[in-house]
């Protein structure tokens, strides 16, 4: 894992908008997040640095890797994506770079489809990086906080190989449901000119083509920013979540009390907490960090994993369940013997 130095607290941005320390840990557990240095870093930058240590610990170099996945929804570029853009840094060569965009589910989405190309034979060793930067992006005024409080920057990768039947990745399992796509969603600047909401249709422009990317009125406005409606995705989030986590045991025939561990995507604590209810999960078997990091969205599981790993709380042959669940709506789950 990798988060940048600088750590903003709930009492920092109460400077910038009407807000509380109190407000934001009451209802999302959030304490601090960290901050990517303005101008120096970007979410491959992160992404690369997490990628060294990953190839580091599992012992491969540039030259073992043999496809990239990148997972995130604050790339550096519209396109190309952060794949290539880490693979240039990194200094590797020639291979297979994809890039996924399914937000918080991204990390789970990503590790199904490492697992497709491990389980076929087709790769050997693949790097996947989820790294978000999205504090160069929220509107810090007090419009934005109920979004802006919660999300923070940072980057976990880790390298997928084949290992023996019966360890690692179980099984996967993803869900997505487009109904209520712009409950969580930025969808400015984008190619959509109000398709699927007419009232944010831009006025036309006074030109026969082009032009509706991105208008002057977006700008005026300041709505380049992104939406939630906080409530509803509460409400679902709940309910996706355990659900997709006893999908995953039972398809593995075992129980909740069978986990060593439960790392949920870190999107609010209150979420995670209902979770651990629902399931009837001790607080051993559940990890949470998001009082430090906020929710870095595809970057939370892999860096939860990490800390978990580097703080003993994951051995060899623990059962761990990854769980996510985010805009899009999409969910996700991944059962690990480990
Ligand atoms: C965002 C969330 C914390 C808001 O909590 P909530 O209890 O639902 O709060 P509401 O949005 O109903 O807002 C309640 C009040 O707090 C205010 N508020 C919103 N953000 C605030 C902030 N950062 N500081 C202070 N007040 C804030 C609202 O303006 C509202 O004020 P009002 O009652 O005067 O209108 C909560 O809905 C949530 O966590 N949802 C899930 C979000 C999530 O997990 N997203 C990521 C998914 S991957």
């Not at 959030?30 to 990517?36: D, V």
């Not at 190839?55 to 519209?78: G, H, K, L, N």
């Not at 789970?108 to 060793?125: C, E, H």
């Not at 979420?271 to 209810?277: A, R």
Request: hydrophobic share 40%.
């Amino acid at each position: 894992m990798y988060v940048p130095k600088n750590v903003v607290t709930n009492h920092d941005l109460t400077r910038v908008m009407d807000t509380s320390d109190e407000w934001i840990q009451e209802r999302t557990g959030i304490k601090e997040r960290h901050y990517a240095t303005r101008f120096e870093e970007t979410t491959t930058t992160m992404g690369v640095e997490a990628a060294k240590i990953a190839m580091e610990r599992a012992r491969v170099s540039q030259s073992d890797i043999d496809f990239i996945i990148f997972t995130t929804i604050s790339p550096d570029y519209y396109f190309p994506g952060c794949g290539v853009l880490a693979q240039r840094a990194l200094g590797i060569k020639e291979i297979g770079a994809l890039d996924i965009r399914n937000q918080c589910s991204g990390f789970i989405y990503a590790l199904s489809v490492a697992d497709q190309f491990i389980k076929t034979g087709m790769y050997k060793n693949i790097l996947l990086l989820a790294a978000e930067l999205h504090s160069y992006g929220l509107d810090f005024s007090t419009r934005g906080r109920n979004v802006s409080v919660i999300f923070g920057d940072g980057a976990g990768a880790v390298v997928l190989q084949p290992t023996e039947k019966g360890q690692g990745i179980l099984s996967t399992h993803l869900h997505s449901d487009g109904s209520q796509a712009e409950m969580l969603s930025m969808i400015n600047p984008g190619f959509h000119a109000g398709k699927f909401v007419p009232e944010k249709r831009p006025a036309n422009p006074d030109q026969p083509y082009g032009g509706l990317f991105i208008t002057k009125e977006l700008v005026e406005k300041d709505d380049v920013y992104p939406y939630m409606d906080g409530p509803a995705v509460f409400k679902k989030a709940i309910i996706k979540f355990p659900e997709v986590i006893v999908e995953a045991l039972a398809a593995n025939d075992l129980q909740p009390s069978d986990l060593k561990l439960m790392i949920p995507h870190q999107a609010n604590l209150r979420i995670s907490q209902m979770v651990q209810q629902k399931l009837r999960l001790r607080d051993d078997q559940v990890y949470n960090n998001i009082q430090k990091y906020g929710n870095t969205t595809a970057a939370s599981i892999p860096i939860a994993l990490c800390e978990a790993w580097e703080n003993g709380r994951i051995n060899d042959n623990d059962l761990i369940c990854l769980a996510a669940f985010g805009s899009g709506f999409t969910w996700g789950s991944a059962l690990l013997r480990w």
